[in-house]
């Protein structure tokens, strides 16, 4: 079965914490993705990664950086959070890119105090 | 950039009445996608059609694409409760990121 997972689900950290959102997936999918969700804003690019070790920024990168060691993981890491960094995060995988189908993880809520 | 956005932010029908959710994108594109996002979980695909198509169905789901009028629109038929949700559209042009909409919310009532 063709699965996304993202860890955590829910997150609560202060302002200036580092905050680490992982994300697997278990399709040997190429391409993964990270984006973030606010309402009125809808989908946002932070990351996109092409393979082990070959990432390149989205939309929206600044104040976040990522890392892919291994093809089925790619983690999301905010150094020193800051409040308007409070999102719905979500992990999303692709065997290619641009019309491929995107597969997404259930998101991560993330609250920055 | 490209700029994708569905053009009604809610609609509401009662169930087994037929909604359509329409999509208006601003640059040239090489294929369209519609998500579906239920209440706490991710985005799910639920139909793509690429800029030489017309029409593309998918059981209940019909999706049209006009690349004259950048437009495209999603229709559902015999709506079920379980189609609420939010509904968006997604660009992809050559570069390999999809635009994704705000999204519309359908609401379907008993």
């Known amino acids: 079965d063709m699965k996304v997972t993202q860890m955590p689900r829910y997150l609560i950290k202060r302002m200036g914490e580092n905050v680490l959102l992982e994300c697997g997936q278990d399709?040997?999918?190429?391409?993964m993705y990270w984006y973030r969700q606010d309402p009125g804003l809808g989908l946002q690019l932070i990351y996109i990664s092409y393979d082990v070790d070959s990432n390149s920024e989205g939309d929206i990168p600044k104040g976040y950086r990522v890392s892919r060691k291994k093809r089925e993981h790619f983690s999301l890491i905010l150094d020193s959070a800051k409040t308007n960094q409070t999102s719905v995060y979500f992990c999303?995988?692709?065997?290619?890119?641009?019309?491929?189908?995107?597969?997404f993880g259930p998101g991560t809520r993330l609250l920055v105090l | 950039s490209q700029l994708a956005e569905e053009n009604s932010w809610a609609l509401s029908v009662h169930e087994g009445e037929s909604v359509t959710v329409n999509c208006s994108y601003k640059t040239s594109i090489t294929a369209l996608q519609w998500y579906r996002q239920k209440s706490g979980k991710g985005p799910a695909q639920l139909i793509l059609?690429?800029?030489?198509?017309r029409e593309k169905r998918n059981g209940r789901l019909r999706a049209t694409l006009d690349t004259s009028s950048q437009s495209s629109s999603l229709s559902i038929t015999a709506t079920r409760c379980e189609d609420t949700a939010v509904y968006f559209c997604a660009t992809s042009s050559a570069g390999n990121k999809l635009t994704f909409g705000i999204g519309t919310r359908v609401l379907v009532r008993p």
């Open positions: 399709m040997s999918h190429e391409t």
């Open positions: 059609i690429r800029s030489n198509e």
């Open positions: 999303a995988s692709s065997l290619g890119t641009g019309t491929d189908t995107q597969y």
